[in-house]
């Protein structure tokens, strides 16, 4: 969410609450120190955490301000795009625990994003440089919002200019290209693009169809015989040797999901890949497999739970 009140209004609360923890503090200190020494070693460590914050705070507010003196959105969008990739050190730069780390920081801070704390640090990925993203475009009034591939990991933006949706993937430099465009490049990089989401209002809509070719895919789930309704039901497979998932279905009064797949025809580059789905239904792998080579066929897949 955007914030609520100036950004120099803000500033200046945070400052006057710590010059007051600064008295506090220094009042305490300088029953073994002299005042000026104790005020200056306070002054010191506080500053030493505020500083940051308080210029990304400033450098936010003058990038929106030079941005947006453009009346053209699309100029605006590309702007904001290239900006957001110059100031990221993607966390691929890391290794091992240090990568780790990110990765437990992004999943800690999903539904969190800090566009300060981004700011001050500098490093993420292709979520964190798409969250950042859609910051700067909601400030200057630019219909926007996060979408990724989740079962290929990675995160971009979609936003709509002239009545159009286009992808800004500043991981890629990708630019306000057309849907259809970036799938093609998506499967070029990798061989296959099997589900899109967008993400709005907290919720997850799927536009696979937007961007690829894709197969139609319905999953019944009964009980000896009879449908069940409400089932949760995930399909996960590996990918670059992590588990990766699509967001989670919910079986209708008929015990029926539907959702569509493109091509999961992956080439080297993503290995060890598996290229199909575990159907996953409540919490527990089936053992049943789905597909797709995204040329428009229809699979029927039913599971009987006391079989399983």
Known sequence: MAYTCPFYVDLLVSFSLLFFLIFLTSHMLKIRLGSRFAVFVVFAIVFSFVAPYASARLSFAHIISTIGKSENQWEEAARVSEYIRSITISF??????????????RARNMFGFDIQKYLVVGVGGCEEMAHATKRFLDYLDINSHVASFPGEDHAFVEVRLDNTWLVLDPGYRLNLITREERGQKRLEEIGGLSYVVAYI??????????????????IKITDNGMPVANAKIVLSHMFMGKTESLPALYSDSDGVVELNLGPMSYNSRVEPVEPYYWIIVNEENTGCKVQSTGSGKTANVEIDLANV
């Open 92 to 105: 691929w730069d890391f290794h091992g625990e240090e990568r780790d780390y990110v990765r437990w920081h």
């Open 201 to 218: 209002d907290q919720d997850t809509v799927e536009i696979t169809q937007k961007y690829v070719p894709t197969d139609k895919i319905v």
